[in-house]
């Protein structure tokens, strides 16, 4: 059965009295953290309040600050359609740009929302192991919600650096002003958790769809790994990730009527019933800014998107798709009307739309093609032949039309497999870390702004316009702390040139 992810009100509110006085009586709409981590259903309630705010990370609401405007338009891969007409999203363009703002939406919603979902599983594992209920389910929640403290904190180290390490709830005002720890140690703690989580998760085949498995807290594990460039170790996680195929068709991986399928590893949930207020709306945002979105098929009329024109591929990433890979024409889609001639679009995610602007699409997270690269990657890293053969099975897997790559050398095989990541997993939010891991930002990024500054027609800025930005340097491989954060907490220090 699938998820049908919904908000829930959990108060967790500490009384120093237990008197009957009026002042000290709980509102009748409010639940204590007393009477409510006890049975099994509190905590199922609890594990998907813990995933809700995901949706919030990767895009809900088209004022979107979705987790691809850091992870994608930040790249090479994707950039704006500049819009004279709508100057109210700059700092979503200051993430393009490389002008980075402490106080801008996309920071402030990645940073807030990871540390959401890490208060609450927190709470979780403070008192799951005291709960009177089924073992194997209470081992099910637990792992749950160690893999998602586990991912919310690998998010937060790669995009921010060191963070506070924050395990158990606060009692106090004083328990919440907590100093950054250094990546190492957050790291040591990731590691820790995916590896807890991954023993106690049931396989794909045993779990609820929409929860993570264990082969989710291996990949996670494994990508950590791969980060940190313990090649061995991310071998060994990676080949426990067991019950898991590549879909024929391409397309079909991002098909709302194909949620949790056998190659998805883990997605984020969305649903467009119009009471659950769980729709996605990336589609929108993902298109040209149109008058009528109707004119793409499956989006009604009616209405426009003249909010939109974000994600939207560049030149860079068109040309680097081999001649024959059927991968393009379901990633990309190309309209022509309104002024635009050609206009490329994010496809993977236009599935159309019931009611405007609520759409059905899951994010893809992890899938098992990736876990296929990544062997690639831990593989040759180690020297060992079948690096190849993990990176021919997805690229010349029948759904991409290509012929198999020839034997080559560990310097070349170790540009393919980040030119095949590019390729498989466009706009997955996957490039920027990509790049920053393989110390290859600086001099791709500044690249492409040197080719922007010399013909922005060709990034999508209108004629008379002179793009700012786009000058690269060691700072921009991290984001900035959100300043918000810094005026509350006096023990932060804010990253190093912001």
């Known amino acids: 059965m699938k ?21 000290t009586q709980y509102p009748e709409t409010v639940v204590s953290a007393e009477t409510f981590y006890k049975t099994e259903a509190d905590f199922r309630q609890a594990v998907i309040g813990a995933y809700v705010p995901l949706r919030n990370i990767y895009g809900t609401g088209l004022a979107d600050y979705g987790a691809w405007a850091m992870g994608e338009m930040r790249s090479d891969n994707t950039a704006f359609i500049y819009n004279a007409a709508n100057r109210g999203y700059a700092d979503r363009e200051y993430i393009d ?17 990871d540390y959401i979902i890490i208060g609450r599983v927190n709470q979780i594992l403070k008192t799951i192991d005291a709960a009177d209920f089924d073992q194997p389910q209470k081992d099910n929640y637990k792992g749950q919600a160690l893999f998602l403290r586990a991912f919310a904190y690998f998010d937060l180290v790669q995009y921010f650096g060191d963070v506070p390490l924050v395990l158990t709830p606060p009692t106090t005002y004083d328990e919440t002003t907590v100093g950054q720890s250094p990546k190492a140690q957050i790291y040591e703690q990731i590691l820790l958790d995916a590896a807890q989580a991954a023993t106690l998760l049931p396989n794909k085949a045993s ?29 060994a996680a990676l080949l426990n990730v067991q019950g898991y195929s590549l879909l024929a068709d391409y397309a079909a991986i991002y098909d709302p009527n194909n949620k949790n399928h056998a190659e998805s590893i883990f997605e984020i949930q969305y649903y467009d019933l119009p009471t659950a207020n769980s729709a996605s709306n990336f589609a929108y945002n993902f298109l040209p800014i149109l008058q009528n ?6 989006f009604p009329d009616g209405n426009t998107n003249a909010y939109a024109g974000w994600n939207t591929p560049t030149p860079d990433l068109l040309a680097a798709y081999e001649a024959g890979d ?8 190309f309209y022509t009307g309104e ?28 899938r098992y093609a990736e876990v296929l690269l990544f062997l690639a990657e831990a593989a040759n890293e180690q020297g060992k032949p079948e ?14 039309g290509l012929a198999p790559i020839a034997a080559a050398g560990q310097a070349e095989l170790r540009d393919l497999i980040q030119q095949e990541r590019r390729i498989e997993l466009a706009f997955e ?21 040197e080719n922007i500054r010399n013909n922005p027609q060709a990034y999508y800025y209108p004629a008379g316009i002179t793009p700012p930005g786009y000058a690269v340097t060691a700072k921009h491989l991290l984001f900035p702390i959100p300043q918000r954060e810094i005026r509350i907490n006096p023990l932060l220090v804010q990253n190093t040139g912001y």
Request: hydrophobic share 40%; glycine share 8%; charged share 15%.
């Open 207 to 235: 779990q609820e769809a929409g929860f993570v498995a264990n082969g989710a807290a291996y990949t996670l594990l494994g990508n950590a790994n791969i980060v940190l460039q313990r090649w061995a170790d991310a071998e």
């Open 97 to 113: 740009q490389f002008i980075d703002d402490s106080n801008g939406g996309g920071v402030s919603n990645k940073y807030q929302n």
């Open 326 to 333: 059927l991968r393009k024409a379901a990633s990309v889609g």
């Open 293 to 298: 979105p109707g004119v793409i098929p499956g």
């Open 387 to 400: 690096a190849l053969t993990y990176l021919n099975m997805v690229h010349a897997n029948p759904r991409t």
């Open 3 to 23: 998820i049908k992810i919904f908000s829930t009100l959990i108060a967790a509110l500490i009384l120093s009295s237990c008197s009957e006085d009026f002042l």
């Open 339 to 366: 002024g635009y001639v050609d206009i490329p679009y994010i496809k993977k995610y236009v599935h159309g739309s019931e009611i405007a602007p609520n759409t059905n699409d899951d994010w893809p997270v992890y």
């Open 429 to 449: 939010n996957k490039r920027w870390l990509d790049l920053v891991r393989t110390d290859k930002a600086l001099q791709v990024m500044n690249a492409q702004g």
